[in-house]
T-cell receptor
Framework: AQSVTQLGSHVSVSEGALVLLRCNYS??????LFWYVQYPNQGLQLLLK??????LVKGINGFEAEFKKSETSFHLTKPSAHMSDAAEYFC?????????FGAGTRLFVKA | GAGVSQSPSNKVTEKGKDVELRCDPI?????LYWYRQSLGQGLEFLIY????????KSGLPSDRFSAERTGGSVSTLTIQRTQQEDSAVYLC?????????????FGSGTQLSVL
């Protein structure tokens, strides 16, 4: 069965610093991987998805993620954090027709 | 509608009462999902609908939980004899089809508090 593990329930960065949110997956077949973001008091929305077309995936708001099969990772990065990036981020993998989510990482951005 | 709509946005109930949570998916979306989000525990899959049928009910925590979908559109999640551990945010999502690479569109959720 597919699963994802997010390392770090909380990450704090300074405005303008690099954002790195870690996600490792477990899958017996080539996975479809996703990052979703949940802003305060809002529903989740898709940031980006990996479907094997390219290992480096660019998403909305300047985020990108790189699929590394050798490391079974799909870490999310952004070169320069903005205050508006403060939110909870979820890595997810599709298991058949079902999307399985990680526990989430809350990102804090300090001024 | 333009997005996934859930009602009510907040529900406070007493232990032992039944509650119904409603989800109105994006028009034309055939797949509908219910998740539960508890504090610090991520999203827990509850049930999935393709059209009106529910091929996967594996995530329902107990027989107190049930869900139905009518007309391939609106879905209702019912929790009978609520317990305090049922307190959580219940999220509904829909997708255009059941493809493995389909993205989910989420509603804003129903915050359920069981006193």
């Amino acid at each position: 069965a597919q699963s994802v593990t997010q390392l770090g329930s909380h990450v704090s960065v300074s405005e303008g610093a690099l954002v790195l949110l870690r996600c490792n997956y477990s899958s017996s077949v080539p996975p479809y991987l996703f990052w979703y973001v949940q802003y305060p008091n809002q529903g989740l929305q898709l940031l980006l998805k990996y479907t094997s077309a390219a290992t480096l995936v660019k998403g909305i708001n300047g985020f990108e993620a790189e699929f590394k099969k050798s490391e079974t990772s799909f870490h999310l990065t952004k070169p320069s954090a903005h205050m508006s990036d403060a939110a909870e981020y979820f890595c997810a993998v599709n298991q058949g027709f079902k999307t399985i989510f990680g526990a989430g990482t809350r990102l804090f951005v300090k001024a | 509608g333009a997005g996934v709509s859930q009602s009510p946005s907040n529900k406070v109930t007493e232990k032992g009462k039944d509650v119904e949570l409603r989800c109105d998916p994006i028009s034309g979306h055939t797949a509908l999902y219910w998740y539960r989000q508890s504090l610090g525990q991520g999203l827990e899959f509850l049930i999935y609908f393709q059209g009106n049928s529910a091929p996967d009910k594996s995530g329902l925590p107990s027989d107190r939980f049930s869900a139905e979908r009518t007309g391939g559109s609106v879905s209702t999640l019912t929790i009978q004899r609520t317990q305090q551990e049922d307190s959580a945010v219940y999220l509904c999502a829909s997708s255009l089809s059941q493809g493995a690479d389909e993205k989910l569109f989420f509603g804003s959720g129903t915050q359920l508090s069981v006193l």
